[in-house]
């Protein structure tokens, strides 16, 4: 079993859908991330977060340290949404990756 | 945009040959991990540098080395070069060793090896 996990591992959504990406780990962590990778590999950090809930913009991210659980949510999604989630945990001096979740969003 | 840029951007190297991977931190973040992604798959941690002394180490062979200046930039070298190296290389700044703060990744340097 991963220490992290994501799911669901592939979503396609029509335009404006609201979106939930889920995360589970099941080791120790000082904060989680949330980040995005766009075809062609840049990767962007979206979120950290170590308790409660963070906003910005259309994007919600929420974590609860007890049960070992963090979501992310897109409201009113766009095509411009579509990418790869990427749920990291931060344990000692290096990051466990989730699997990614591959989000496309039609028109 | 980020502060981190990495170059090359792409290069082609064929087996056995050496390369040089470059990055630049965020303003403010001593520390720079590294990454390797394979085509397809999720990336794979390499090494940490903190304060110009390696931190932290993944499963990578010693052939996998680097290097962080006082600048705290940062190189990422790789000898006797084999066609599974091919990957895209990233790097990450943040402002400490147990990466709790936002991170900041280069777009990375895609590495053809032939």
């Known amino acids: 079993k991963n220490e992290v996990e994501q799911s669901p591992q592939n979503l396609t959504a029509q335009e404006g859908e609201f979106i939930t990406i889920n995360c589970s780990y099941s080791?120790?962590?000082?904060?989680l991330h949330w980040l995005q990778q766009h075809p062609g590999g840049g990767i962007v950090s979206l979120f950290m977060?170590?308790?409660?809930?963070k906003k910005h913009g259309r994007l919600i991210a929420t974590i609860n340290i007890q049960e070992k659980h963090s979501s992310l949510h897109i409201t009113a999604s766009h095509p411009r949404d579509s990418a790869v989630y990427i749920c990291?945990?931060?344990?000692?001096?290096?990051?466990?990756w989730g699997a990614g979740t591959k989000l496309i969003i039609k028109p | 945009e980020t502060g981190v840029t990495q170059s090359p951007t792409h290069l082609i190297k064929t087996r056995g040959q050496q390369v040089t991977l470059r990055c630049s931190s965020q303003?403010?973040?001593?520390?720079v991990s590294w990454y390797q992604q394979a085509l397809g798959q999720g990336p794979q941690f390499i090494f940490q540098?903190?304060?110009?002394?390696?931190?932290g180490r993944g499963n990578f062979p010693p052939r996998f080395s680097g290097l962080q200046f006082p600048n705290y930039s940062s190189e990422l070298n790789v000898n006797a070069l084999e066609l599974d190296d091919s990957a895209l290389y990233l790097c990450?700044?943040?402002?400490?060793?147990?990466?709790?703060?936002?991170?900041?990744f280069g777009e990375g340097s895609r590495l053809t090896v032939l």
């Open positions: 540098y903190y304060r110009e002394e390696e931190n």
């Open positions: 303003s403010g973040h001593n520390t």
């Open positions: 990450a700044s943040s402002r400490d060793q147990a990466n709790t703060g936002e991170l900041f």
């Open positions: 080791v120790g962590i000082s904060a």
């Open positions: 990291a945990v931060s344990g000692n001096y290096q990051l466990i």
């Open positions: 977060l170590s308790s409660g809930k």
